[in-house]
């Protein structure tokens, strides 16, 4: 199969490892594989062990391969909101010939130029996310190919990770055999995927409730503002219910999964068994307390996040 025009995606979480395999046809991409491995080496969704983490995500691209009928050599890897910052800058450039359109080269410069920036020494370039162009002083220009000027400056954000989270990363990646295409911010990522021209212009938080961490990040004029990282997440819920009923947290992830509602109000009085850690019958719980209690953490998670 001809791999021009697929595109690979690598998610990696607390709990699992995500392959998620696209091919671009007629404007509009179409899954066409997936692979999920559980996460090993990985710590709230940072490499902690390399070999191991690299393992995982070998497994997960076969299984992808497998589904999609193709061989895999590339992809582009998300890096979670842990520990990012972003930080306003602003490059210029001056521009040889004024008779010259400016063009894609002439943006890749300012960009650059703005990502010159004194950093911490464990600190490293992620990105750099333009919010607007000036061009000889005109400014609020969202492109500035095709124009003409003397003087190119942008306005932007400039986002910045530790160096050992991101080398990890790589180093993991290339570990398992893969090319690292590139590298985005999940949060960022997400929202241009959810999130339609109107939310992402007029201002927008996305949740990303993930197991070991959740994760809310503000959008707003296309842009990546702001991003808040609360250290609970689907985990908490498991272990909360494991708790109350006695259980052990895989009969709990079990339940929540099968029985469970975020809104209690939405659960039926149905009962369903529970096996309880040293007893030899199954106790009957009821889908709404079930819910009672994933309700708590959940409103617990948000208020923090909402208070931040």
Same mark, same amino acid.
């Given at each position: !199969?001809?791999?021009?025009?697929?595109?690979?995606? *690598?998610?990696?979480?607390?709990?699992? $490892?995500?392959?998620?395999?696209?091919?671009?046809?007629?404007?509009? !991409?179409?899954?066409?594989?997936?692979?999920? &491995?559980?996460?090993?080496?990985?710590?709230?969704?940072?490499?902690?062990?390399?070999?191991? #983490?690299?393992? #995982?995500?070998?497994?997960?691209?076969?299984?992808?391969?497998?589904?999609?009928?193709?061989?895999? =050599?590339?992809?582009?890897?998300?890096?979670?909101?842990?520990?990012?910052?972003?930080?306003?800058?602003?490059?210029?450039? #001056? $521009?040889?010939?004024?008779?010259?359109?400016?063009?894609?080269?002439?943006?890749?410069?300012?960009?650059?130029?703005?990502?010159?920036?004194?950093?911490?020494?464990?600190?490293?370039?992620?990105?750099?996310?333009?919010?607007?162009?000036?061009?000889?002083?005109?400014?609020?220009?969202?492109?500035?190919?095709? !124009?003409?000027?003397?003087?190119? &400056? !942008?306005?932007?954000?400039?986002?910045?990770?530790?160096?050992?989270?991101?080398?990890? *990363?790589?180093?993991?990646?290339?570990?398992?055999?893969?090319?690292?295409?590139?590298?985005?911010?999940?949060?960022?990522?997400?929202?241009?995927?959810?999130?339609?021209?109107?939310?992402?212009?007029?201002?927008?938080?996305?949740?990303? *409730?993930? #197991?070991?961490?959740?994760?809310?990040?503000?959008? =707003?004029?296309? =842009?990546?503002?702001?991003?808040?990282? &609360?250290?609970?997440?689907?985990?908490?819920?498991?272990?909360?219910?494991?708790?109350?009923?006695?259980?052990? *947290?895989?009969?709990?992830?079990?339940?929540?999964?099968?029985?469970?509602?975020?809104?209690?109000?939405?659960?039926?009085?149905?009962?369903?068994?529970?096996?309880?850690?040293?007893?030899? &019958?199954?106790?009957?719980?009821?889908?709404?307390?079930?819910?009672?209690?994933?309700?708590?953490?959940?409103?617990?998670?948000?208020?923090?996040?909402?208070?931040?």
């Amino acid at each position: !199969m001809d791999n021009s025009g697929i595109y690979v995606g *690598l998610d990696i979480g607390t709990t699992s $490892i995500k392959v998620i395999v696209a091919e671009y046809v007629k404007g509009q !991409m179409n899954v066409i594989g997936v692979g999920r &491995e559980p996460s090993d080496g990985v710590n709230r969704g940072v490499i902690v062990d390399i070999d191991k #983490a690299s393992i #995982a995500i070998k497994r997960a691209v076969e299984s992808a391969e497998r589904k999609a009928n193709i061989q895999i =050599h590339d992809v582009v890897a998300g890096i979670p909101a842990n520990l990012l910052r972003i930080e306003p800058v602003r490059g210029m450039i #001056a $521009i040889s010939d004024s008779s010259r359109e400016i063009g894609n080269q002439d943006v890749v410069e300012v960009s650059n130029a703005a990502s010159v920036h004194n950093l911490p020494p464990e600190q490293e370039v992620v990105d750099v996310l333009p919010d607007e162009f000036i061009v000889d002083g005109f400014d609020g220009i969202k492109d500035p190919r095709g !124009m003409v000027g003397v003087r190119l &400056e !942008m306005n932007g954000g400039l986002i910045t990770g530790p160096k050992t989270i991101i080398h990890n *990363l790589k180093s993991a990646i290339r570990q398992a055999g893969l090319g690292l295409v590139d590298v985005v911010v999940s949060p960022l990522a997400l929202g241009r995927t959810i999130l339609n021209d109107g939310e992402q212009d007029f201002g927008t938080i996305t949740l990303d *409730l993930g #197991a070991g961490q959740s994760t809310a990040a503000v959008i =707003h004029d296309h =842009h990546l503002k702001y991003t808040f990282v &609360e250290q609970e997440g689907g985990q908490f819920v498991t272990k909360d219910i494991s708790v109350v009923l006695n259980t052990s *947290l895989d009969n709990a992830e079990q339940i929540k999964q099968q029985y469970g509602y975020a809104v209690a109000d939405q659960a039926s009085s149905d009962a369903f068994p529970v096996n309880v850690v040293g007893q030899n &019958e199954p106790v009957a719980v009821t889908e709404k307390y079930l819910s009672e209690i994933i309700e708590a953490r959940m409103e617990q998670i948000l208020t923090n996040i909402k208070n931040n």
